[in-house]
């Protein structure tokens, strides 16, 4: 299976899972609506894939990966409604529809947001997904990611920073946490589920930390590049915001090369797993090719 049907695959599985876990007739029935919106308006599903992959390098997959891996996009799809909440990015557009603040209202967007970082965790606590402590080591991989260690410290900072000179290193410190952070978390979790060692551990966290700083690097460009309707965000909020970006610092083709020598780095990683490990060759190269 090449990239583009491995991550559709990838997709339609963990879909499946939140038609179930949400069903639309459960009450609050707005919420399930709101949250419903939010998970299944699309989005390229990176870091359940990221799970599953990393999972695959060691183990057979087996369908209960896939759990782990909805877990995951729903905290992610949390933090994207956060983001475009009035209070913070304050956007109308998201995966091509509407944000949730803006079908719904501003508090039923926060309170879906908030039911879906929740379930998250009980959905990653299902008896099946593995062993006690693999549930536990996820759920602490999970919860650092989203702490102020990770995400909310990185999104804090990127606040805190608006309209303010910021260094490459700082910016660099920003990323890691708000962006980079889950998607290491999604390698780690996979590699937690799969038993795999700390030597596979340690070589597939430098992979992600190496693609989770391209993506964000492609990230800032294509604010610049793109266009609102391939991206399905509005293009040049950075700019509108006055945001500290890598193209801002380093230059349009500074920040290219930059993205360019990472996805180098993390593909070095992944040499060790030969043929096995094609499909995050491909996912790095795809990262820094995207239009959207
Ligand atoms: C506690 C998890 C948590 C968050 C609260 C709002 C917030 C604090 C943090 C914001 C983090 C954030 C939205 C970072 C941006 C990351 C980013 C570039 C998202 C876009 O990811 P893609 O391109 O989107 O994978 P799709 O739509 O494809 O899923």
């Known amino acids: 299976m090449n990239l583009a049907d491995a991550l559709t695959d990838t997709?339609?599985?963990?879909?499946?899972?939140?038609?179930?876990?949400?069903?639309?007739?459960?009450?609050?029935?707005?919420?399930s609506a709101a949250m419903r919106h939010a998970l299944l308006a699309g989005g390229k599903r990176i870091r359940p894939y990221l799970c599953v992959e990393a999972y695959s390098l060691i183990?057979?997959?087996?369908?209960?990966?896939?759990?782990?891996?909805?877990?995951?996009?729903?905290?992610?799809t949390f933090s994207l409604i956060h983001d475009d909440l009035p209070a913070l990015d304050n956007d109308d557009l998201r995966r091509g529809q509407p944000t949730v603040h803006v079908k719904f209202s501003e508090s039923t967007a926060i309170l879906a947001g908030d039911a879906?970082?929740?379930?998250?965790?009980?959905?990653?606590?299902?008896?099946?997904?593995?062993?006690?402590?693999?549930?536990?080591?996820?759920?602490?991989?999970?919860?650092?990611?989203?702490?102020?260690?990770?995400?909310?410290?990185?999104?804090?900072?990127?606040?805190?920073?608006?309209?303010k000179p910021l260094s490459g290193d700082q910016l660099k410190h920003i990323h890691v946490r708000k962006t980079g952070a889950l998607l290491e978390a999604s390698v780690g979790i996979g590699l937690t589920f799969a038993g795999a060692g700390p030597e596979d551990k340690e070589r597939l966290a430098h992979y992600a930390h190496c693609i989770g700083l391209a993506f964000q690097i492609v990230d800032d460009i294509l604010d610049v590049t793109g266009d609102t309707a391939t991206l399905g965000k509005p293009a040049g909020s950075d700019l509108g915001l006055d945001k500290a970006t890598y193209p801002k610092i380093f230059g349009l083709d500074g920040a290219r090369q930059m993205a360019l020598s990472l996805t180098a780095d993390a593909k070095a990683a992944l040499s060790p797993y030969g043929e096995k490990a094609s499909r995050l060759n491909a996912l790095a190269d795809y990262l820094l090719t995207r239009s959207h």
């Not at 963990?14 to 639309?24: G, K, N, Q, R, S």
């Not at 183990?59 to 992610?76: C, G, K, R």
């Open 59 to 76: 183990a057979p997959v087996s369908d209960s990966i896939y759990l782990a891996a909805a877990a995951i996009e729903m905290v992610h």
């Open 11 to 31: 997709a339609s599985k963990v879909e499946a899972l939140f038609d179930t876990l949400i069903p639309a007739d459960r009450e609050p029935v707005e919420l």
């Open 116 to 163: 879906l970082l929740a379930m998250a965790f009980d959905v990653l606590c299902q008896p099946h997904l593995g062993t006690a402590e693999q549930r536990i080591d996820a759920v602490r991989l999970l919860a650092t990611a989203c702490g102020p260690a990770g995400m909310v410290g990185g999104q804090m900072d990127d606040i805190a920073y608006e309209g």
